[in-house]
């Protein structure tokens, strides 16, 4: 994504900010459906403003929340080193990679041409905003490339310290290495290290506390899914054009789930364990994601999509199927989505 002029961004940024949120005023109640006789279901409360994620392990139906938005960028806690961003933060949250540059080269003048990426939750690094940074060198040590890299961070209210100037260091036994600031400077003010965490996926890091932060509140055996807040490149109606936008969904945790979409072909109270046993699984990220609901723009709400529905096996080998049958909680309010689900055997 290019940034031919600032006004011109900025201003495309206003019109698409208007455009999302223009979906998320008051909403009519809306009834809620009627959930078939046996299956387990349980309400996730996100909250009307989508202030909380909730993570939830399917098999022992136990999950914990906590709030959205602590944390900035993360580091991956498993054999390959690689970072994360919090592009759901908001609608501008994106970073910009300058790979020519010195550290004090980089400046607001680089801003308008910079090519500013999100991650793309595929699987794959190469997809990552980051991208595949370190270069292994030998066990538990790699190097990192020279690149700078500036985040935005997307709130005008930060004014100066909007933009953070990041240039990573390297990764040993188990230690990632950052030297940042902010982008009027040309020098970093800090140099920080993030020491991995083999009971979680990520440590995180927050540039407001200068500090790392909690964000999985649970091991990383103990959750399946997390309802969160997100980004993710999605093509307009009409044109096709990918644009980033800002989304509520399911994140599955990868190192325990595996999952596969299902269409009408086969409706959900006929998908039994052989067939599941057939299906071809996958890890992405956002395979369950957030178009298991659709915004309804006459009627002013969300409605769930119908025979949509999703197959899950997890790392001991269990087949689960889970479905989503509401958007909205007894009093109408959205942020409330409601899931049921079916153990398989």
């Known amino acids: 994504m290019k940034r031919p002029s600032l006004l011109i961004f900025w201003s495309f940024l206003s019109l698409l900010s208007w455009s999302l949120t223009a979906c998320e005023k008051e909403e009519p109640l809306y009834p809620q459906p009627q959930v078939p006789a046996g299956l387990q279901t349980r309400e996730f409360a996100m909250g009307e403003n989508y ?45 910009a990679a300058f790979a020519n540059l010195d550290y004090g080269q980089v400046g607001i003048d680089q801003l308008p041409t910079a090519s500013w990426a999100i991650d793309v939750l595929n ?10 940074p370190f270069q292994y060198e030998s066990p538990g040590h790699y190097s990192a490339q020279s690149t700078v890299y500036v985040l935005d961070r997307g709130d005008d209210s930060l004014g100066s310290q909007r933009y953070i100037k990041i240039q990573l260091t390297g990764y040993r ?39 790392d932060v909690q964000n999985e509140p649970l091991h990383k055996s103990a959750w399946d899914i997390v309802f969160t807040t997100y980004k993710e490149p999605v093509p307009e109606p009409g044109t096709g054009i990918l644009y980033p936008y800002v989304l509520r969904g399911v994140l599955i945790n990868p190192t325990h789930l595996q999952v596969c979409e299902i269409g009408p072909e086969t409706p959900f109270e006929a998908m039994n364990l052989d067939k599941a046993k057939s299906l071809n ?11 298991w609901k659709a915004y309804d ?3 002013n709400q969300y409605t769930i999509v119908p025979n949509k529905y999703f197959v899950i096996r997890d790392v001991t080998g269990n087949y689960f199927k889970i479905k989503f049958v509401s958007f909205y909680n007894d009093q109408g309010i959205k942020g409330f989505p409601k899931m049921a689900w079916e153990y398989l055997r």
């Open 51 to 95: 202030e909380n994620q909730i993570w939830f392990h399917i098999g022992s139906q136990t999950g914990s929340s906590n709030a959205f938005g602590l944390w900035d960028i993360a580091f991956a806690c498993d054999s390959k080193p690689h970072l994360i961003i919090n592009g759901g933060k908001n609608q501008a949250f994106s970073l």
């Open 123 to 132: 699987g794959n690094q190469d997809s990552l905003a980051f991208g595949d």
């Open 173 to 211: 036994a188990g230690v990632y290495s950052f030297r940042w600031g902010y982008l009027p400077e040309t020098t970093p003010r800090f140099t920080t290290y993030m020491k991995v965490n083999e009971e979680k996926n990520y440590v995180y890091y927050s540039f407001a506390k200068k500090n």
């Open 281 to 291: 699984f996958s890890r992405k990220l956002n395979e369950i994601g957030y178009d």
């Open 297 to 299: 723009q006459s009627a």
